[in-house]
C-alpha cells in the first residue's frame, strides 16, 4: 500500500536529491549516492544502501518510499515469450513481454496504463486510459524482464521497445525521463541504439525528440500510408495526416541522421492489397526507411484478420522490386495473448 505522507523517492532528480541532503546537513555527494542505488543498482529499499550512514538511511526511510511494481501474472508461450502482468503501487495493471532470440533478448514495455488513442485493430485501445507510466515504473519493467532472460535463457536484455501499453510519445516525460537512466552513467548505461520508441506518430513530440537529443531509435506503426485506410486504423490520423507526419519524420532524420522504422500489421482486405504496398513503397521514399512487416495477431472483438501467406508474399515482393528494406515479421507468443494489452486486460477484475 502506498503510504500517502511519504513522496516516491523516484520522482525526485539527482540535483533535488542533492538539495534534500544539504537541507538536512549532509553532504550532497550522499544526494549522487542514493541516485546511483534507485537507478545503476535498482535498489528497493533504504536498508541496502550501505555507503550511508544508518541515520541517514532513517532520515530516508522517514520521509520516502520507493513505489515498486510487483509481478501480478505470468505467462510463457510455447515460442519461449514470456508476458508479464505488474501491479502498480496505486494497485493498477501494466504488461511487458520478454521476446528472447538466439543469442538476443528483447523487453516490450508499457508507458501508459490504457490508452487515449483508440486505434481499431489494438486491444489496449479498448482498456479506458487511466494515467501516465512514473520514470520509475517504466525502469522496473526492464530491471523484471532483464532478470527474467537471465533466470529463464541466461541471456543479457539487449534491446528495449517502448511498444507495449500506451502511446509513448503521449507520455513525453516518463519516456524521456527513463530513456535518461535507462542510458545514462548513473543509471543502466544501456546504449540509446539499443532502445526503440514506437509510436503511432504524434508529429510535434517526434520534432522535440529529435530537438531535445535523445538519440533512441524511432518506431511508426504507419499500418497504411493511405490517409482513407490509415484514418480508419489510427484515429489520430485524422488529426495528424500523413503529410504532416513526413514533415515531422524528414525533421527527425535530418536532426538525428537515423533512419526510420515503419511497423505495417497486415490485416486481411483492409491494408494488404498491393495497391496500399505501391502507396507504403512511395511514402517510404521520402527519408531512409526499414519495413517491418508484421502478422496481425488476432484481437477478439476487432473483425480484423492476419492477412493470408500469399497476399502477405506478395506485398512484400512488390516493396523489394522498389528496393526498399523489408523484414517479415512472425508474431510471437500467439498462444498466450500477447498482442498488446492482451494480458492486462483480461487480468483486469473490474
Ligand atoms: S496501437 Fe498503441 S496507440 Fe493505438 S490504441 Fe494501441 S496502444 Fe494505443
Same mark, same amino acid.
Given at each position: 500500500?502506498?503510504?500517502?505522507?511519504?513522496?516516491?523517492? &523516484?520522482?525526485?532528480?539527482?540535483?533535488?536529491?542533492? *538539495?534534500?541532503?544539504?537541507?538536512? !546537513?549532509?553532504?550532497?555527494?550522499?544526494?549522487?549516492?542514493?541516485?546511483?542505488?534507485?537507478?545503476?543498482?535498482?535498489?528497493?529499499?533504504?536498508?541496502?544502501?550501505?555507503?550511508?550512514?544508518?541515520?541517514?538511511?532513517?532520515?530516508?526511510?522517514?520521509?520516502?518510499? +520507493?513505489?515498486?511494481?510487483?509481478?501480478?501474472?505470468?505467462?510463457?508461450?510455447?515460442?519461449?515469450?514470456?508476458?508479464?502482468?505488474?501491479?502498480?503501487?496505486?494497485?493498477?495493471?501494466?504488461?511487458?513481454?520478454? /521476446?528472447? $532470440?538466439?543469442?538476443?533478448?528483447?523487453?516490450?514495455?508499457?508507458?501508459?496504463?490504457?490508452?487515449?488513442?483508440?486505434? @481499431?485493430?489494438?486491444?489496449?485501445?479498448?482498456?479506458?486510459?487511466?494515467?501516465?507510466?512514473?520514470? !520509475?515504473?517504466?525502469?522496473?519493467?526492464?530491471?523484471?524482464?532483464?532478470?527474467?532472460?537471465?533466470?529463464?535463457?541466461? +541471456?543479457?536484455?539487449?534491446?528495449?521497445?517502448?511498444?507495449?501499453?500506451?502511446?509513448?510519445?503521449?507520455?513525453?516525460? $516518463?519516456?524521456?525521463?527513463?530513456?535518461?537512466?535507462?542510458?545514462?552513467?548513473?543509471?543502466?548505461? /544501456?546504449?540509446?541504439? &539499443?532502445?526503440?520508441? *514506437?509510436?503511432?506518430?504524434?508529429?510535434?513530440?517526434?520534432?522535440?525528440?529529435?530537438?531535445?537529443?535523445? &538519440?533512441?531509435?524511432?518506431?511508426?506503426?504507419?499500418?497504411?500510408?493511405?490517409?482513407?485506410?490509415?484514418?480508419?486504423?489510427?484515429?489520430?490520423?485524422?488529426?495528424?495526416?500523413?503529410? @504532416?507526419?513526413?514533415?515531422?519524420?524528414?525533421?527527425?532524420?535530418?536532426?538525428?541522421?537515423?533512419?526510420?522504422?515503419?511497423?505495417?500489421?497486415?490485416?486481411?482486405?483492409?491494408?494488404?492489397?498491393?495497391?496500399?504496398?505501391?502507396?507504403?513503397?512511395?511514402?517510404?521514399?521520402?527519408?531512409?526507411?526499414?519495413?517491418?512487416?508484421?502478422?496481425?495477431?488476432?484481437?477478439?472483438?476487432?473483425?480484423?484478420?492476419? *492477412?493470408?501467406?500469399?497476399?502477405?508474399?506478395?506485398?512484400?515482393?512488390?516493396?523489394?522490386?522498389?528496393?526498399?528494406?523489408?523484414?517479415?515479421?512472425? *508474431?510471437?507468443?500467439?498462444?498466450?495473448?500477447?498482442?498488446?494489452?492482451?494480458?492486462?486486460?483480461?487480468?483486469?477484475?473490474?
Amino acid at each position: 500500500m502506498m503510504e500517502s505522507n511519504k513522496r516516491d523517492i &523516484r520522482a525526485l532528480t539527482e540535483e533535488e536529491l542533492k *538539495s534534500f541532503f544539504t537541507e538536512h !546537513g549532509y553532504k550532497p555527494f550522499h544526494g549522487k549516492q542514493v541516485y546511483e542505488w534507485l537507478w545503476k543498482k535498482a535498489a528497493t529499499e533504504f536498508s541496502v544502501m550501505s555507503n550511508l550512514s544508518k541515520e541517514a538511511r532513517q532520515l530516508l526511510d522517514n520521509r520516502f518510499r +520507493i513505489d515498486r511494481l510487483t509481478l501480478y501474472q505470468e505467462q510463457t508461450s510455447r515460442d519461449g515469450t514470456v508476458k508479464m502482468a505488474f501491479q502498480t503501487a496505486d494497485g493498477e495493471l501494466i504488461e511487458s513481454v520478454l /521476446i528472447p $532470440g538466439k543469442d538476443r533478448a528483447t523487453a516490450c514495455i508499457s508507458s501508459q496504463i490504457g490508452c487515449k488513442l483508440a486505434c @481499431t485493430f489494438c486491444a489496449t485501445g479498448k482498456i479506458p486510459f487511466k494515467r501516465n507510466l512514473t520514470v !520509475g515504473e517504466i525502469y522496473d519493467q526492464v530491471i523484471a524482464v532483464r532478470q527474467k532472460a537471465l533466470d529463464l535463457y541466461n +541471456i543479457s536484455l539487449s534491446n528495449i521497445v517502448y511498444m507495449g501499453m500506451g502511446e509513448p510519445l503521449l507520455n513525453y516525460d $516518463g519516456v524521456s525521463g527513463s530513456i535518461a537512466v535507462l542510458t545514462g552513467e548513473k543509471g543502466l548505461g /544501456i546504449s540509446p541504439r &539499443r532502445i526503440t520508441v *514506437s509510436t503511432v506518430g504524434i508529429p510535434d513530440v517526434i520534432r522535440k525528440l529529435a530537438d531535445q537529443g535523445i &538519440r533512441s531509435e524511432l518506431a511508426v506503426s504507419l499500418h497504411s500510408a493511405l490517409d482513407a485506410t490509415r484514418s480508419q486504423l489510427v484515429p489520430i490520423n485524422r488529426r495528424y495526416g500523413l503529410e @504532416t507526419l513526413k514533415e515531422a519524420l524528414q525533421h527527425f532524420n535530418r536532426v538525428t541522421g537515423k533512419r526510420i522504422t515503419f511497423e505495417y500489421l497486415l490485416m486481411r482486405g483492409v491494408n494488404d492489397q498491393l495497391s496500399e504496398a505501391r502507396a507504403l513503397a512511395d511514402y517510404s521514399r521520402n527519408f531512409p526507411v526499414k519495413i517491418n512487416l508484421i502478422e496481425y495477431n488476432e484481437v477478439e472483438g476487432t473483425g480484423f484478420q492476419k *492477412s493470408d501467406a500469399e497476399q502477405t508474399q506478395a506485398f512484400k515482393e512488390l516493396l523489394e522490386s522498389r528496393n526498399m528494406i523489408v523484414n517479415l515479421r512472425r *508474431s510471437r507468443g500467439e498462444d498466450i495473448d500477447a498482442a498488446c494489452g492482451q494480458l492486462a486486460g483480461k487480468g483486469k477484475k473490474s
